[in-house]
């Protein structure tokens, strides 16, 4: 299938130095893609390009052959979502905040569909992260970004979440998943790019 996203010699400042210098790498289409390294090695920083939410200060990140920053941004975040390691919930339900397909999204994300009309900001953080990820979902995206998906969550939900990004990635969406965790890195990701070695 070729590759997703590329990253061309890509630099990002930080306050005093570089949090990311002269990294390049290919993250193909098919499949899961896992960011391991130690913290402060700029994992979450590298997936945020992906689909805009930050701009390298060098260097170039392509999506499907053609830079990020020509894609109208719009389009590239539907294109591309990103669920970030805190959730974050918009006023109103669930529901609202999900859309239509809400009972069947929370369904595959392991929520009851009752769910639907609570406040969102009633949820757990566990709840929350799951209703976050229904939510990209809703926009029918072609890659998923995660950093820390399961961060949040009991022994229970983290195996269903971990499943189901499995699952995803076996039907043909792109994800790229930032973790801290070895074990779900090698058990689930079909690749793993090492932050900590470049």
């Known amino acids: 299938m070729g590759d997703r996203f590329e ?19 290919r993250i193909p289409a098919d499949g899961l893609t896992a960011m391991v390294g130690p913290s402060g090695a700029g994992k979450t920083t590298l997936l945020r390009l ?4 930050d701009d390298p200060d060098a260097g170039e990140v392509l999506l499907d052959g053609r830079d990020v920053r020509s894609y109208d941004v719009l389009e590239l975040r539907r294109r591309v979502q990103y669920v970030g390691q805190v959730p974050v919930t918009f006023p109103g339900t669930v529901a609202a905040n999900v859309g239509p397909e809400v009972e069947h999204l929370l369904a595959r994300v392991g929520l009851d569909a009752a769910l639907g009309w609570r406040d969102a900001d009633r949820l757990s953080v566990g709840e929350a992260q799951r209703m976050c990820l229904a939510r990209a979902l809703a926009r029918h995206p072609e890659c998923l970004l995660l950093d820390e998906p399961t961060s949040a969550l009991d022994t ?15 039907e043909g969406l792109t994800v790229v998943m930032v973790t801290h965790d070895p ?16």
Do not use: H, T
């Open 7 to 25: 990253y061309r010699n890509v630099r990002v400042d930080g306050d005093s130095a570089p949090i990311i210098e002269s990294f390049s790498a």
């Open 50 to 53: 992906l689909n805009r939410l």
């Open 156 to 170: 229970i939900a983290k195996a269903g979440v971990e499943g189901l990004i499995r699952s995803l990635a076996d």
């Open 183 to 198: 074990r779900q890195a090698s058990e689930l990701a079909d690749r793993v790019l090492d932050i900590g070695l470049r």
